[in-house]
Structures are given as structure tokens and as C-alpha cells.
């Protein structure tokens, strides 16, 4: 059986990347969450008056792959004590979230921030919040680098 897992830590197209590397991972959806505009269009994140991330919903086997693994990847590919940016992304759009499915996928990540944290030299502004409705991003943003050849410039979790 199938688990979901979110995370939002910048542009999705990396994310997005960064996951699929990663053996356990069935699939990953590009998209809009957190915020509170019913299905959003990504022009009307791009604005950060929708109040959504962006975000990667993934979905692994937890045969395969832990969470915890998942979270591991997570704070690989980005900088979480970047506040609403990542690199020339900047807007609440590309803030740093896990959204929890489960208590246990809250306990989890809570337990991963604080390790995170006793690691860092500067405060993570990671924010962990329950996942709330996912809105899928337009077909055109799905698959994007693999689609246009593009090289991902994150770190791939898979190497």
C-alpha cells in the first residue's frame, strides 16, 4: 500500500526532480498547496496572494523507502533557513514546508527539524503543517526538466 508525503522547498521543477531519483518513489506531482485560492492557477501563485507553495506530492512505498528517508532528501536539496526564497526564487511561494499526512509523518518531521536545527548554524525556517487540499500544477509544469532535457541544478537524492 501507497503513502503520500508533501514538501514544499522552492521551485517544484527540482523537487520534483530530487524525488524521482529516489527507489521507492511511485510517482510525483508537481503542484499548489497551503495557501487559500481554490484551484489555483500558477500565475496566480506566482503573485503570493494565493498564499500557496510551491510543492512536491509524492508518492512511495513505504516498503521501499522510509519517510524518514524522504525527509533526509528533503533538507538535501534545499536551504532551509532561507525565509520565502530559494536561491533567485523569492515570494512566500518558495517558503520551506513539510505538510503531514499522518501523526506519525508529523512526529517524524519534527524529529528530523530538531536534528536539522542541533546541525545548523543558523535557525531553520522549515514550517511543518498538516497537508491540506493539493491542487495539481498545469500539465505543462509536470515532468519539466525530463520533458525539456533540462539539467537539474539540485542536488539529486538518487546519487
Not at 105 to 126: H, V
Request: aromatic share 12%.
Amino acid at each position: 500500500m501507497s503513502e503520500k508525503a508533501t514538501f514544499a522547498a522552492g521551485c517544484f521543477w527540482g523537487v520534483e526532480t530530487a524525488f524521482r531519483g529516489v527507489p521507492g518513489v511511485l510517482d510525483v506531482v508537481v503542484g499548489y498547496t497551503g495557501g487559500h485560492t481554490e484551484h489555483p492557477t500558477y500565475e496566480q501563485v506566482c503573485t503570493g496572494k494565493t498564499g500557496h507553495a510551491e510543492a512536491a506530492c509524492i508518492t512511495f512505498d513505504p516498503k521501499k523507502v522510509s519517510y524518514e528517508r524522504l525527509l533526509d532528501v528533503f533538507w538535501k536539496i534545499h536551504d532551509p533557513t532561507q525565509v520565502n526564497r530559494q536561491g533567485p526564487d523569492v515570494g512566500t511561494q518558495y517558503r520551506s514546508a513539510i505538510f503531514f499526512h499522518s501523526p506519525q509523518q508529523e512526529a517524524a518531521a519534527r524529529d528530523s527539524l530538531a536534528r536539522e536545527q542541533r546541525k545548523s548554524g543558523k535557525p531553520i525556517a522549515t514550517q511543518i503543517e498538516p497537508a491540506p487540499h493539493f491542487w495539481p500544477a498545469e500539465e505543462y509544469h509536470q515532468r519539466y526538466f525530463e520533458r525539456h532535457n533540462v539539467a537539474c541544478q539540485m542536488p539529486l537524492a538518487g546519487r
